[in-house]
T-cell receptor, first 111, second 113 residues
Framework: GEDVEQSLFLSVREGDSSVINCTYT??????LYWYKQEPGAGLQLLTY?????DMKQDQRLTVLLNKKDKHLSLRIADTQTGDSAIYFC???????????FGAGTRLAVHP | ETGVTQSPTHLIKTRGQQVTLRCSSQ?????VSWYQQALGQGPQFIFQ???????GRGNFPPRFSGLQFPNYSSELNVNALELDDSALYLC????????????FGPGTRLTVT
């Protein structure tokens, strides 16, 4: 079945760029998603990329997709303290859009 | 436009009891998926309902069951609660059963003692 892996922690200085990485196994996925979860809250859909794209930019967020290596990354430019959260990569599996999530990357932003 | 809502916010139950969690989907969405998120982990898919029918199920035992109503709201029922059922339960709504964005509610935190 589908497997999604992420590194667990990332610490960056305020104002720097953050890059969160994700690898997946199912190459048939058509959309790939990034979600953000703040403490005690549900998941917020941040952005997504269609599998026929290499890159998608949305304000401070840039998603890069390398289909050959099954590698997805999320870059956050000018990282702010409000970006501190857990970021999940999610990949659909099966025809009915069941999402498989990674374990999440905890982003800590320090002054 | 109303987002996804869930009730209750928090719940404490005793092992062996039964629990019902509720979810109202985003306006216009006909598909609801339920996920279990244990502490420190990513969400795990429980099942999905599309137009009142179960449309897929994850690796959860039959004591996890659900319903979807004609207004597309949904319930998750868990019987014979176990300590390991303690988790954040998330529902997500989407426009259809294909590859559509899923929008999550705030979750219900269930504690089983």
């Amino acid at each position: 079945g589908e497997d999604v892996e992420q590194s667990l922690f990332l610490s960056v200085r305020e104002g720097d760029s953050s890059v969160i990485n994700c690898t997946y196994t199912d190459s048939s996925s058509t959309y790939l998603y990034w979600y953000k979860q703040e403490p005690g809250a549900g998941l917020q859909l941040l952005t997504y990329i269609f599998s026929n794209m290499d890159m998608k930019q949305d304000q401070r967020l840039t998603v890069l997709l390398n289909k050959k290596d099954k590698h997805l990354s999320l870059r956050i430019a000018d990282t702010q303290t409000g970006d501190s959260a857990i970021y999940f990569c999610a990949v659909p599996s099966g025809g009915y859009n069941k999402l498989i999530f990674g374990a999440g990357t905890r982003l800590a932003v320090h002054p | 436009e109303t987002g996804v809502t869930q009730s209750p916010t928090h719940l404490i139950k005793t092992r062996g009891q039964q629990v019902t969690l509720r979810c109202s989907s985003q306006s216009g969405h006909n598909t609801v998926s339920w996920y279990q998120q244990a502490l420190g982990q990513g969400p795990q898919f429980i099942f999905q309902y599309y137009r009142e029918e179960e449309n897929g199920r994850g690796n959860f035992p039959p004591r996890f069951s659900g319903l979807q109503f004609p207004n597309y709201s949904s319930e998750l029922n868990v019987n014979a609660l176990e300590l390991d059922d303690s988790a954040l339960y998330l529902c997500a709504s989407s426009l259809g059963d294909g590859n559509y964005e899923q929008y999550f509610g705030p979750g219900t935190r269930l504690t089983v003692t």
